[in-house]
């Protein structure tokens, strides 16, 4: 549905892979319309407004991908979709549209219970659902942002202790990267377990920062966080988790493409036991 | 404080007396009595400020609830040094003064028993603080919002905007069910299939709608629970967790995703049902059909 006079100009990546996120322009009055995953939006902008319009399917792990195309007649959103409209004095033709990493901790379980002998180690793939966010104006700020698909509420912790509140990654952990389904409203972060403890470490379930994470794109259009390091320590009780400068360099070239919604200093932190296992 | 008699006074003597007041007041007793109503008017004014300051500063540092005891405490404090500075003004003796209220304390005790009764309890239940401003309780049949949290009473709002008093006394005597202390909150649907359903089946479609809707909780995990095997139906609870912000909206949704899959997938929630024997043997009963 993109006209050849007016195609979106998308950044060069020099390959071939679209990419639903980077720097856009629009003229005014006129729609643009992305698919990514479940998600439909449409974007709209008037001189002195930008219009925004999403609705999403029912499964979470569809995998259309559409970014920017000119929306003629015949593909304006349903009735049922979501509209937001921001009022400016005036408003440029050039956005970006970014992806994002989830508000909350995400958790997240391998398909069986793993168990790891003290000294050993694991390495998981876990696949992250990614929102999608506007940034309009020069410099450019954050407009509207929603989540591709809206992940399921969990808790961690005991009932009775505030601040649990998390996301469900919707998908299991992986022993292998060849295992996990790789699609674009879902980014890829690979966790390496240690257990220095003398007692074995029962891995159920893991508890992943992601307002803490980074976004890097590698050349083939695929999202990754930095690589994480979660260890166990000697006494057995506490836990301490440690961030990567990038993904791990099997993956190849990435480029830093979202900084953390909450920055952690970079080394340890150290945590008790329980907050991430 | 004495004032020397100055010959200025005189005038203002005079003036006193053709205002008919002179035999009450003299000019010094005049001035005493102004100073005094100023110093009471001014201290309550900055009693006031001082009070709402200390209320405003401690507002973005603690909880409501301690930043509006702090700011009454020490409006309490700061107004009765206002009028025992007045009432020193004015020349009373403070210790003979309190000497008598002593005496008064007992005689007014007795009539009092219930205020104090209040007024202990309310001290007692801010040390404990089962609530907090702002949370939602249940008193017998009462639900509502805590509005304020005062010496001898705690205010409700409740959730078609009624103002209902509580004294503290009652509080502290009976038993109070506090909905937001806790940050999730359980909702149990209590429904009935008829005898005929597949029990695995409908546990099967009540989990995967559990799943299905984001503002149920994964973990802790929804609980299936068989209850008995009732009159008319096979009674069972599905209890699901919800945020508390989100348990209203959960409590409607899930109720009503669960009628609709039922419906959709032809399970039955039967009316309540009775069935008539005449005896070991029955008969079937005559049915006569008639066109309408």
Redesign the interface.
């Known amino acids: 549905m993109s006209g050849a006079d007016s195609a979106p100009k998308i950044a060069d990546r020099g390959d071939d892979s679209v990419r639903w996120w980077g720097s856009f322009s629009i003229d005014a009055d006129s729609v643009l319309r992305w698919r990514v995953g479940p998600m439909r939006m449409w974007l709209a902008r008037t001189d002195r407004e930008w219009r925004v319009a999403h609705e999403r399917g029912s499964d979470p792990f569809e995998s259309a991908l559409e970014a920017a195309e000119l929306c003629r007649d015949g593909c304006e959103s349903s009735p049922g979709a979501v509209r937001v409209r921001f009022g400016f004095r005036s408003t440029t033709d050039m956005f970006r549209v970014l992806p994002a990493l989830p508000d909350r901790a995400l958790i997240v379980r391998p398909e069986e219970p793993i168990h790891l002998p003290s000294g050993e180690e694991s390495i998981l793939f876990i696949s992250i659902p990614l929102w999608i966010g506007i940034h309009t104006g020069a410099p450019s700020t954050p407009l509207y942002e929603t989540p591709i698909f809206r992940p399921s509420d969990t808790w961690f912790g005991p009932p009775t202790v505030a601040g649990g509140s998390c996301y469900a990654s919707g998908t299991r952990a992986r022993s292998s990267l060849e295992d996990l389904a790789l699609l674009p409203q879902r980014a890829v972060s690979v966790v390496r377990i240690l257990n220095h403890a003398d007692s074995e470490l029962p891995l159920e379930r893991i508890r992943l920062p992601s307002p803490n994470l980074s976004l890097f794109a590698s050349q083939d259009g695929q999202l990754w966080t930095e690589a994480v390091t979660l260890e166990r320590k000697e006494d057995g009780q506490s836990a301490s988790i440690d961030l990567e400068r990038g993904p791990s360099g099997e993956i190849g070239p990435t480029e830093l493409l979202v900084e953390p919604r909450e920055p952690m200093e970079r080394g340890l932190l150290m945590r008790a036991f329980d907050g991430l296992f | 404080m004495r004032l020397t008699v100055f010959s200025r006074w005189i005038p203002m003597n005079e003036w006193l007396r053709s205002l008919g007041i002179g035999e009450w007041f003299s000019a010094e007793q005049a001035v005493i009595l102004l100073q005094a109503v100023i110093t009471l008017v001014v201290g309550l004014v900055l009693a006031r400020l001082v009070s709402s300051g200390v209320g405003r500063f401690l507002a973005s540092r603690t909880t409501r609830q301690a930043s509006t005891l702090a700011r009454r405490m020490t409006l309490y404090v700061l107004v009765v040094l206002v009028a025992a500075s007045a009432v020193h003004q004015l020349g009373f003796k403070l210790g003979v003064l309190l000497g008598a209220a002593g005496v008064l304390t007992v005689a007014v005790g007795f009539a009092a028993q219930t205020s104090a009764s209040n007024l202990i309890s309310g001290l007692f239940l801010i040390a404990e603080r089962p609530f907090v401003l702002g949370d939602i309780i249940r008193v017998s049949d009462i639900t509502g919002e805590i509005h304020s949290i005062d010496l001898l009473s705690v205010k409700l709002r409740t959730f078609d905007n009624l103002y209902v008093r509580l004294p503290n006394e009652e509080l502290i005597k009976s038993r109070i069910t506090n909905l937001t202390h806790?940050?999730?909150r359980r909702k149990d649907v209590q429904l009935g299939v008829a005898y005929k359903e597949d029990l695995s089946k409908v546990k099967a479609i009540l989990f995967e709608l559990a799943?299905r809707?984001?503002?149920?909780?994964?973990?802790?995990a929804p609980l299936f629970i068989f209850q008995k095997f009732g009159d008319s139906a096979l009674e069972l609870q599905f209890s699901v967790?919800?945020?508390r912000e989100?348990y209203l909206e959960l409590n409607n949704n899930i109720q009503q995703e669960i009628k609709q899959a039922f419906d959709e997938r032809g399970i039955e929630i039967p009316f309540p049902h009775r069935t008539l024997y005449a005896g070991s043997a029955t008969e079937p009963f005559p049915v006569r059909v008639v066109d309408r």
């Open positions: 806790f940050p999730i799943d809707n984001p503002l149920c909780l994964d973990e802790p967790w919800a945020l989100n």
